[in-house]
């Protein structure tokens, strides 16, 4: 599926290329199936903080089985079922990855649910549990927006596992129902209540520990409203459309501290390419994510799937908000 111009999904072609060549310390991977994400649409449409060269074949997730290995690499080899983060060419029927970005994929995951292990799942996985973030701990009550996306399903879940008290908001009766299914202790649907109200009326008015928040805008700044004395909220995108300006005076009043996290820095998709240096701490977290899901503690969930030639559609689901958790390209 190639992108030529910046644009919407309806610009998007299907052609047969060449193959990608492989390079250096890379594998070939044939695609059983792969993500595309609110951030492909942007991509498409030169919005994105990285523009790949014109054409190129958009998608950053993949899972599927390795065909090719270069000579150089050590950790992945030929047979192997794995999930692997891509600088772009994820919608194809074969992907070429560097091996720092590929990992095995869990024994207990189907390929199709797998793609959201590439991205979404270790998003929430390093905002909630890396030190400098987070770092949410038991007994801590963490406040997760769009919680019916992947990443914030995902934050659901992870929140769960490491004990805290997870309060979910989500848009709809669906969505927030979609957010107890998969762990949380409270859901709020933000159509119909203020979720800032909700929240301090859940805490006893003593606001929330950690805010996870995939959505920006008002959303954040309200977030900022809602939490206790020495919280932390982490921004880790902008789906709302707004980029929030931060009010000091709250984080003074409260001791709060706003944690950023840009993922995309730790996989190489920033000006700074850190994958390599950053390698033993993204494969730690993978593995970390690969035994929850083997003992059955994540559930990633796919809403729908779609065949390579509807790969537009699958982005315009996205842009409709009618998803819950993720939806996945198929090539058979």
């Known amino acids: 599926m190639i992108c030529r111009q910046w644009g919407g999904p309806g610009d998007l072609r299907l052609q047969d290329i060449d193959r990608p060549p492989l390079r250096a310390g890379q594998v070939r991977i044939a695609t059983r199936a792969a993500g595309v994400s609110f951030a492909t649409t942007l991509v498409i449409a030169g919005k994105y903080q990285r523009r790949p060269p014109l054409p190129f074949a958009p998608g950053t997730e993949v899972s ?17 079922e794995v999930v692997a983060v891509l600088d772009w060419g994820g919608l194809a029927e074969e992907a070429v990855a560097h091996e720092v970005n590929v990992f095995a994929k869990p024994r207990t995951v189907g390929f199709v649910e797998a793609i959201q292990l590439a991205i979404s799942y270790p ?55 979609f957010a107890l299914e998969h762990g949380a202790d409270h859901a709020i649907d933000y159509t119909t209540r203020d979720f800032r109200e909700e929240v301090m009326s859940l805490t006893g008015g003593r606001g929330v ?85 083997e003992a059955g503690l994540c559930r ?14 699958a982005m315009q689901a996205l842009l409709d908000r009618s998803v819950t958790g993720r939806v996945a390209v198929v090539m058979e």
């Open 64 to 80: 599927g089985v390795v065909i090719e290995a270069d000579a150089a690499c050590r950790r992945i080899a030929v047979g192997d």
């Open 123 to 177: 998003t929430s996985g390093a905002a909630l549990t890396w030190p400098m973030a987070l770092d949410v701990q038991r007994g801590h009550t963490l406040l997760v927006h769009a919680a019916a996306s992947g990443v914030g399903m995902a934050a659901v879940e992870i929140g769960k596992i490491l004990g805290a008290t997870v309060i979910a908001t989500a848009g709809g009766a669906r969505k927030t129902a």
């Open 209 to 293: 520990d950690r805010v996870y928040d995939p959505v920006g805008g008002e959303v954040f700044t309200q977030s900022l409203r809602s939490m206790a004395v020495e919280g932390r909220i982490c921004p880790i995108g902008f789906a709302g459309g707004t980029t929030p300006q931060i009010p000091a005076n709250i984080l003074l009043v409260k001791s709060i501290a706003v944690m950023g996290l840009n993922y995309g820095y730790y996989v190489g998709w920033s000006p700074h390419d850190a994958r390599h240096e950053q390698a033993g701490r993204v494969l730690a977290l993978m593995e970390r994510l690969r035994g929850w899901c």
């Open 300 to 313: 990633p969930h796919v809403d729908r799937t779609y065949r390579l030639a509807e790969a537009p559609e």
